[in-house]
Every structure is written in C-alpha cells, then in structure tokens.
C-alpha cells in the first residue's frame, strides 16, 4: 500500500490544492465535477455571482478563480492528502460557524460546545477504496482535540451504497471512526464524536 500523508491546508499549499482539483479531482467524471469546493463557504449571492459568470468564462475556469481568490483570503479550510509530493485527497474541515452551507440547519440546532464540521470529501478515483477518507478523519479528530474543540461531526447521506453524491462520506465512514449518530432528517444524519 502506498504512504498517504495528510497535511493541513495552509498558503503554502495552495498551489497543491489547486493542483489536486485541475487534475485528479473528478477524472471519473463524477457529476459532481468540475468543482473546486469554494460553495461550503460561499454566501448565495457569492454563488449567484459565480454561477452568472460560468457561460463567458466557463465553468472549470470561473470556479478556479474563485477558489484561488478564497484561498488567498484564507476561506477554504480542510486536509490535502498527499502520496508523494502529489496532492491526492481533499477533506474539508473546519469550525462550524466558519460554515454558510453544507452544515444541515437542524446540525446547529443540537450542538454540544465547540464543534468542527466535516463537509466534504474527494479522493482522487486511483485512490478511493485505500482508507484515505478514515485517515482524513483521524487527522480532523486529533487536531480538533489539540485545538481545544468539544466534538467533530460529520453529516453522512443515508444510503447503503457508495454512490457520486457521497462527497459527505456515508454512515459506515464515520461509524468506523467511533461516531455516533445524534440527529436524523431526511436523507441525512448528523454524526458526531466527542472528544
């Protein structure tokens, strides 16, 4: 098996993030794709503004600026994760309140104290399956507790299969890493560990 580091988003390492999204994030073509996960911290009218943008400069190319304009200001927070010196994985992560989206409503209703939220995955696809997404999680968890946090979430589809939607990562993810779940609605449950 290969050696996955993770290794925190920081300056330095946006041009790896960019990099990771440019050319490994959704060669499947996953429908997720082209993304560049600038929209968990993207108020609608940031979106709007993007979106109207997408048909003079294209889609790929609208979300990279906007990414690169987000990293520069220091917005988009989470994990690289690196086989090598080539980013591989993303996981993004951060203080709850830092969140406009992607953090269900009813999450916020039924916190317990300083919480970091897990929002989203992508793994390169020649990656997926090699336990990246649990190592992410295990590095979110023990930085969290180092940083002082309460509890880390996570908010899982409620599906038995894996499908491209998944970005959240599934129950079975988080029940692994010892979460439990707290709160269900819909198609979503709220997963928590506390630390």
């Known amino acids: 098996m290969k050696t996955i580091v993770i290794r925190p988003l920081t300056s330095e390492l946006s041009s790896d993030y960019l990099d990771f999204f440019d050319n490994r994030a959704f060669t499947d073509n996953n429908p997720n794709g082209p993304c560049y996960c600038t929209s968990p911290n993207q108020e609608e009218e940031q979106i709007a503004k993007m979106v109207s943008e997408f048909k003079s400069n294209g889609v790929k190319e609208t979300l990279r600026t906007y990414a690169a304009e987000m990293l520069d200001r220091n917005q988009i927070h989470g994990y690289l994760a690196y086989d090598g010196d080539q980013s591989v994985g993303w996981c993004n992560a951060a203080d709850m309140e830092s969140y406009v989206r ?73 029940q692994k890493a010892g979460f439990i779940e707290v709160a269900r609605e819909k198609e979503q449950a709220v997963m928590r560990k506390i630390l």
């Open 102 to 174: 992607f953090v269900p409503a009813f999450a916020r209703d039924i916190t317990c104290g300083k919480t970091i939220s897990i929002v989203c995955f992508e793994i390169a696809p020649e990656y997926r399956g090699m336990g990246i997404a649990s190592a992410f999680i295990d590095r979110v968890c023990t930085d969290a507790k180092s940083m002082g946090y309460a509890a880390v979430e996570g908010y899982a589809k409620l599906s038995d299969q894996r499908n491209d939607f998944d970005y959240q990562g599934p129950l079975y993810l988080y």
